[in-house]
């Protein structure tokens, strides 16, 4: 099984699309990796293999993209599978509720009671394992060499897909989860300069807005039950620094141990106490609109909150700023991928889907609108804005670190326990008890 946790030198990450430097990075983006020197006969490049084409017939495809972006993102790749597959009728089975902490619960019925959908949303590296273990998904390495996936996408997302020498799934975007979204307006009428590399440079500035009273500090949700895990992945990062922040997903309760596990909860904490008190009654949609409403000056977000800004016709960088979330300078990264299922009932339309997953085309026409940037190291860059052009080059030179809210670094099982024990926390405040089920859950992590 391949490294979840791995970290990139600075070195190893710059070379992911193949460069030296970030402006590189985005060259290189922009047209096909360095190609080797020629040989005196080339090679010929493996020609796809004749896959049947569907003639009708249906599909399934099962997510948890309801919101602003992420709906308009998958439309724009069925849109795409429809214009090569005609006559293929799509069936949208989303599940609403982020990170698909609803999604995965319906899903787990369907999986065990023999009906599954044909193709599924599911995060590359550790959560993979759980449909892998559940011998829930067909191998899909022949499939990737053959659609030549295995040469447009970087190396250290290669490694993340396989499992037990096999890829398993076709990845559509990667994701940023450690970002903060401000309201530049907000921020300049308080007096306050966009700018907290630290922890202490945030909560001064939230110390300033909660002082003047005119906007709630920082928007937290906790609706959909992994606001509160997503801010906290951010807080463990800046607290415990990349490499022993990775530590944190080994399976063991080795690094919840340490006295920087309880400073995180402290931090979280105090973090809440300049939020909204209705958490709970939000979900991170609504924490971003209150941002980009002006209701609120800032919120911790995976930038999945960018696509929501996107789809609401505002513009990054004028209408809404981001940073890297305070302490940290890493990129924390996921990836959504889609499986085939075992048995699944349209494998001729399922395959068709996973092609367009995979493709320049799929991806350009979802991940601009997504707010992610593609998987492939060849997408069209005049389709990509400002915010998603920085974040291709931070990707390609950034330290990285696997999100455990989103799957990167951790199983299902450990999701589960790692969202509802942050959930509970947020309306019981008992770093106590949150710290003993953090504890308690670090060996779900191995199942
Ligand atoms: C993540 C997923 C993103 C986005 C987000 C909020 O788990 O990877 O694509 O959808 O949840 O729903």
């Not at 990845?171 to 300069?193: C, D, F, M, Q, T």
């Not at 005119?214 to 609706?223: L, R």
């Not at 940037?373 to 291709?392: F, G, N």
Request: hydrophobic fraction near 40%; charge should be negative.
């Amino acid at each position: 099984m391949s490294d979840f946790n791995q970290k990139l030198t600075r070195r190893q990450a710059l070379k992911l699309f193949g460069m030296g430097a970030a402006s590189a990075a985005l060259a290189a983006c922009a047209a096909p990796t360095a190609q080797p020197a020629q040989p005196a006969q080339p090679a010929q490049p493996a020609q796809p293999a004749e896959q049947p084409k569907p003639s009708g017939g249906k599909l399934e495809i099962f997510s948890w993209w309801t919101n602003g972006g992420e709906a308009d993102g998958l439309n724009a790749m069925f849109e795409v599978y429809l214009q090569k597959n005609p006559g293929v009728e799509i069936i949208n089975a989303t599940v609403a509720g982020g990170a698909g902490t609803n999604a995965k619960a319906v899903l787990q019925t369907r999986l065990a009671g023999g009906q599954p959908p044909d193709s599924w949303q599911v995060h590359a590296g550790r959560e993979t394992l759980s449909y892998v273990n559940a011998g829930q998904l067909e191998p899909l390495t022949q499939f990737f060499t053959e659609k030549g996936f295995d040469k447009v996408m970087p190396q250290f997302l290669l490694d993340q897909l396989k499992i037990n020498g096999e890829i398993w799934t076709v990845p559509v975007n990667i994701h940023r989860s450690n970002v903060l979204w401000y309201n530049p307006k907000v921020l300049a009428e308080a007096g306050i300069e966009p700018k907290f590399p630290t922890l202490d440079s945030l909560f001064a500035a939230l110390d300033k807005l909660k002082a003047q009273g005119k906007v709630i500090p920082i928007a937290v949700g906790g609706k959909d039950k992994f606001e509160a895990s997503h801010t906290f992945e951010s807080i463990l990062l800046a607290t415990f620094g990349v490499d022993d922040y990775i530590k944190l997903w080994d399976g063991t309760d080795a690094m919840w141990q340490d006295p920087r596990a309880a400073e995180a909860l402290s931090t979280l904490k105090r973090l809440f106490s300049y939020s909204n008190s209705d958490r709970s009654a939000q979900g991170w949609a609504d924490a971003m609109t209150m941002v980009l409403e002006g209701k609120a000056a800032m919120t911790i977000m995976g930038d999945w909150a960018h696509g929501l800004g996107i789809s609401k016709g505002l513009k990054v960088n004028q209408d809404y700023g981001w940073m890297p979330a305070p302490g940290s300078d890493a990129f924390m990264w996921l990836s959504d991928s889609f499986g085939l299922a075992k048995g699944a009932p349209n494998p001729v339309q399922a395959r068709a889907w996973l092609e367009v997953c995979g493709s320049r085309e799929g991806q350009d026409a979802f991940n601009p609108k997504k707010g992610s940037i593609p998987a492939r190291t060849d997408p069209d860059l005049s389709k990509y804005d400002d915010y998603l052009k920085a974040a291709i080059a931070d990707f390609g030179s950034k330290p990285l670190v696997p999100s455990a809210a989103h799957g990167a670094s951790t199983t299902n099982a450990y999701q589960s326990k790692f969202h509802n024990t942050l959930e509970v926390f947020s309306s019981d405040l008992d770093e106590k008890s949150a710290l003993e089920s953090l504890k308690e859950a670090a060996e779900a992590n191995n199942r």
